[in-house]
Structure formats: structure tokens, C-alpha cells
């Protein structure tokens, strides 16, 4: 696989990286992840391609979250981890809450700094604990769709109890191993995801340090994530969430086979659909130039032959070509006079068909592999 993220200029396909990505588990501390990891520093980089706030959706999911935490919030700093351009500390901003932001990422962590954001332009360490410590009490750490990122896990989680302490909350959410089980989402599986979520996992590595996943919740967003709340087990007693969560994750090797096969038929007959499509003269682009996307083109093999382009609202992505397969991305502009789409930004979906609703009436049809691939 190539690097999710890493759009290419024409010059830059001659040397490409790319890496074998390989899905591991381990039986006894439950874990499940990449095998082989890309170096952090070619992921994260002053070149992200990724901005959360082009996604209105993903706004209003921020806002309410914000809301929705404000009670662990309290009277101290919240910490956000992986805090972008700054889509969830302008939440807490408008909420009046103080909240410094963690971001390793050089040009969406200054999109975020001239939003009038404070943010510290590092990855997580105990000198990052001790610069945010010295600014005040921390009430909460919150991390959307990063902790999954990082490779040194146990580090990372012994900062955050630094951080919150006795009193604190870390509340987290990532997408969870038994949606993309349940759903066949293996997009999800890629060179940024270094570990695939459980509560028994979690559970596993934080009791060395006193902490426990004390509440959990199912929410929509990305294709369906688990967001958990942790603390100090003498402080917040674990709610009967947890015990359900805990009782569904049972034979988790069982579901990785499930998985292995679902993911073999899911290629075959997503092939099938855009083979015959292309001999019946259809025309065929994809939608959104995500970085699940990526995996899809790359495992099944297809490129500009199958699909001639993605359309693409983030300008960073526009005018370079997709990895590893190289279909161009070009502006949502050109999204016209094609039959049919390829959904690669399928976690969108809602927010996307109500935006281009003129697409269906005018006899467009989306094309998704989740959960199975097909036409709607």
C-alpha cells in the first residue's frame, strides 16, 4: 500500500513509497494492528492534506460534542490531541472554555493558530505534559480519530494520565473494530491507523496505570466509532455500558476470519459492477478523494481505466493524483455529466446527498462497497 494521504504530483510517482500493510492480533492483550508501521513523520508533516473543518457535518458533530462534555470540562484546560485546523477548539471557544491544542501537523496546526487557537506544534511527550501543566489544571484530555494513530500507545496513554490526574477525564473516539467487522469497511484499515479499537484492549493496557474505560458510547460519525470515556478507577466507577460492549467482543478472532473472508468477496463484487458498467459505456468517476478511497483502489487494483478521476472539495488534493494508482483528483466542479459516482467519502454519505441531490433527479447513481458493494 502506499501512503493514505501522500496525494502525488505527476514528478513524484517514479519514487513512491509504499509498505506491506499487514493486520495483526494478539490473543492475550486483545490488540489488533498494523504489523508494520510507516514512519510518523511521513504521514504527519507540514503537507497534511487533511482539514477537518471542510466538512459541515463534521462541525456540527464537534459542537455537540463540545456540549455534551461540558460537564468534564469544568473549571480547567481541556487538552484535544490531534487537534487540526482547529474544528473542536473553535467549539470550545464559543463555549468559553479554555482549551489547548495538541498538533504535530505544521500547516493545519497554523490554519488553526490564526483562528486565534492555542496550540502546541508537537507530537505528544512528557515535555508537551509538563508545557501544558505549567499553563493550569487539566480537566480534560479529548482526542477524535487520533489515538488510533499513534504507534507508542502506552506512552501516549501514560501523558494523558499525567495530564488528567485523579479528578481528570480522557474521553476518546476512533472507529471501532466490530463496525468495520459488521459493515466490511476495510477502508478503514490504513497506513494512519495504527490500532483498531476495542473496549477490551483498552481496558487491558490502562490497568497498569490505574485507569479504566469507566462509560462508552456508540456514535454515527466515520462509519461508526466507539467513544470511551476513561479514568482513575477509584474516582469513576465504571457504568453498565461497558459490561455490554465488553460481552459483544467476545471470539474476536473469529470475527478477524469474518472479516478476511467478507473482504475477499467485497473486491470481486465491486470489480464485477465497475467491469460491467465500463462495457456498457457508463460514465464513472469517484466522489471525494478520501484516504479510505486509497485502500479500495488499491486493493481491488482499480485505477483511471475503471475510474477516469475523483472529484475533490479540499484544494490541497485538487490538480495532484490519487496513490498508488494515480486517478487525477480534480475540483467538485467537474462533477457533471456522469452516470454514475464512486462513494470513497462514504461516511459522508448523508451530508453529501443532500448537497448534490440535483445528482440522483438528473438519473446519477452512487456506487459504495459498504456494506456490500452496490448501486443505490
Not at 459490561?243 to 470489480?271: G, R
Request: net charge negative; aromatic share 12%; hydrophobic share 40%.
Amino acid at each position: 500500500m502506499p501512503i493514505a494521504n501522500a496525494f502525488l504530483t505527476l514528478d513524484k510517482f517514479k519514487g513512491e513509497y509504499f509498505y506491506d500493510m499487514v493486520l495483526g492480533y494478539d490473543p492475550k492483550t486483545k490488540a489488533i494492528g498494523l504489523i508494520n508501521k510507516v514512519p510518523k513523520e511521513m504521514m504527519f508533516h507540514e503537507n497534511y492534506a487533511f482539514f477537518s473543518s471542510t466538512s459541515k457535518g463534521m462541525q456540527a458533530h464537534f459542537k455537540e460534542t463540545a456540549k455534551k462534555l461540558l460537564p468534564y470540562a469544568g473549571k480547567g484546560i481541556v487538552v484535544e490531541v490531534g487537534s487540526n485546523d482547529g474544528i473542536m477548539l473553535e467549539a470550545w471557544k464559543e463555549l468559553g472554555v479554555r482549551a489547548i491544542g495538541v498538533e504535530p501537523s505544521k500547516n493545519v496546526a497554523e490554519t488553526s493558530r490564526l483562528k486565534g487557537h492555542e496550540v502546541i506544534t508537537e507530537f505528544m511527550s512528557d515535555e508537551v505534559v509538563d508545557e501544558v501543566l505549567s499553563r493550569g489544571k487539566v480537566s480534560l484530555v479529548y482526542g477524535a480519530n487520533v489515538s488510533c494513530h499513534i504507534e507508542n500507545f502506552v506512552g501516549y496513554l501514560k501523558c494523558v494520565a499525567k495530564l488528567i490526574g485523579k479528578q481528570g477525564v480522557f474521553v476518546f473516539e476512533d472507529p471501532y473494530f466490530l463496525d468495520i467487522v459488521e459493515k466490511t469497511s476495510y477502508d478503514q484499515i490504513y497506513d494512519e491507523h495504527v490500532w483498531y479499537f476495542t473496549v477490551s484492549f483498552i481496558n487491558n493496557v490502562l490497568e497498569p496505570l490505574g485507569l479504566h474505560v469507566f462509560d462508552c458510547e456508540h456514535i454515527g460519525v466515520h462509519g461508526g466509532e466507539l467513544r470511551m470515556y476513561v479514568g482513575d478507577k477509584d474516582t469513576h466507577q465504571a457504568k453498565p455500558s461497558v459490561a455490554v460492549y465488553l460481552a459483544e467482543e467476545k471470539d474476536l478472532d473469529k470475527k478477524l476470519e469474518l472479516l478476511d473472508h467478507n473482504i475477499k468477496k467485497s473486491k470481486v463484487e465491486l470489480l464485477n459492477i465497475l467491469n460491467r458498467l465500463k462495457k456498457e459505456g457508463k460514465k464513472i468517476c469517484g466522489f471525494g478523494a478520501a484516504s479510505k478511497g486509497v485502500i479500495i483502489a488499491n486493493y481491488c487494483g482499480i485505477g483511471p481505466d475503471l475510474i477516469p478521476f475523483i472529484t475533490d472539495n479540499t484544494p490541497i488534493k485538487q490538480g495532484k493524483y490519487y496513490p498508488g494508482v494515480h486517478i487525477p483528483i480534480v475540483p467538485q466542479e467537474q462533477f457533471k455529466d456522469v452516470d454514475y459516482a464512486v462513494l470513497f467519502a462514504w461516511n459522508h454519505l448523508k451530508e453529501i446527498d443532500r448537497s448534490f441531490v440535483w445528482f440522483r433527479e438528473n438519473g446519477g447513481r452512487w456506487i459504495t462497497h459498504v456494506p456490500q458493494p452496490r448501486i443505490f
